[in-house]
């Protein structure tokens, strides 16, 4: 059996590099150079088994994740990323996990530019815990707190995806998620796309921004309360793939799926009604599509309407403790 040293060995000799590295793993910390003038954005995310990811998953698919949910908050701030620490708990020292898991983190971090610096690796249930750092031009970053009566609410990509194959795989939900869909719908869940491009482009253009963890409603009412205003979304014009329509052909089902399922790893952010055609060039140059679902309003809370008339999911959204 190797031991932790060993295993530290096989993560140092694939770790990646950067000028901006003056000393990455092997010291009692990493030494880094931060761009002059701007600032440091940094953000923390741990996945546990069975709770992030369902007991199971390919061990390259929960590296990738690991690491693209801390990008994803990157990009929700719209920063630009640089490094990352990686703290493994694992129950055994297994190298043949470890190599494979190191695929598909080190993948995305090499697409990505990011080189891995520094961790700390321990026997224990299996837990990844990762610390992204990026930076941003000073007064540049997208916060929650930042949006207005008026302006329009966006989302990128898609919704929904991710919750339908969670609920295919742990709901047992085979009623309503075809399992010919699976497949594509499982990607979401296991691959989850950060929107690097998306995010730096919407610098100066949005006026606040969050990325999709928790279930569009929730993680909209964090920008709502954070920024002092109301929302109305329509859950009728929620971008749906072609996966998820024939995977949960019922609307109900879908609409429920699209606004309260999480892990959808999108951006929501809002913009003055002015700058929509600003939000258009910002997502063409990044390559991504957004749409436009609803607007901000004076007052609290989260409106969502569909078909015409008021709607209310049976749950808002994921809360860690929730009983
Ligand atoms: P210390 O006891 O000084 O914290 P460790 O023995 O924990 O040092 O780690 C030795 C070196 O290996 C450090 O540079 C640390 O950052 C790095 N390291 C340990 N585990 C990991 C990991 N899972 N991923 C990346 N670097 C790691
Ligand atoms: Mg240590």
């Given at each position: ?251 109900a089902r879908?609409r429920v799926l699209?606004a309260s399922g ?49 709607w209310t999911p049976p749950r808002a959204g ?6």
């Amino acid at each position: 059996m190797p031991g932790e040293f060993d295993l530290i060995d096989r993560i140092r000799a694939r770790a990646g590099a950067r000028d901006d590295v003056v000393l990455g793993i092997g010291d009692d910390a990493a030494l880094l150079v931060p761009p002059a003038g701007r600032q440091l954005v940094i953000t923390a995310d741990t996945l546990n088994a069975g709770v992030h990811f369902p007991d199971g998953t390919a061990a390259a698919d929960v590296g990738w994740k690991a690491l693209a949910v801390n990008l994803s908050d990157l990009a929700a701030m719209g920063a630009q990323p640089a490094w990352c620490t990686l703290s493994l708990s694992l129950p055994e020292a297994d190298p043949r996990w470890l190599d494979a898991f190191l695929d598909g983190f080190l993948a995305l971090a090499q697409r990505c530019g990011v080189a891995l610096v520094g961790g700390d690796t321990t026997r224990g249930p299996l837990s990844v815990g990762v610390t992204a750092l990026g930076h941003v031009a000073a007064g540049a970053a997208l916060r929650r707190d930042g949006a207005r009566d008026g302006d329009g609410i966006w989302v990128s990509g898609s919704l929904g995806d991710a919750a339908a194959a969670l609920s295919l795989l742990v709901g047992g939900d085979t009623a309503t998620v075809g399992k010919a869909d699976a497949g594509g719908l499982r990607e979401r869940l296991d691959r989850p796309e950060p929107r690097l491009a998306l995010g730096a482009a919407l610098g100066g253009v949005a006026s606040a921004c969050i990325d999709l963890s928790d279930g569009l409603l929730a993680d909209l009412g964090h920008v709502c309360r954070a920024s002092g205003v109301g929302a109305r979304v329509d859950v009728d014009r929620l971008p749906l793939s072609d996966a998820l329509r024939r995977a949960a052909p019922d609307p109900a089902r879908r609409r429920v799926l699209q606004a309260s399922g999480g892990d959808d790893f999108e951006l929501c952010f809002t913009a003055a009604a002015g700058r929509r055609d600003a939000v258009l060039q910002a997502a063409a140059a990044a390559g991504t599509a957004v749409a436009c679902i609803g607007e901000i309003v004076a007052g609290s809370g989260v409106q969502a309407h569909a078909g015409g008339l008021p709607w209310t999911p049976p749950r808002a959204g994921y809360e860690h403790f929730d009983s």
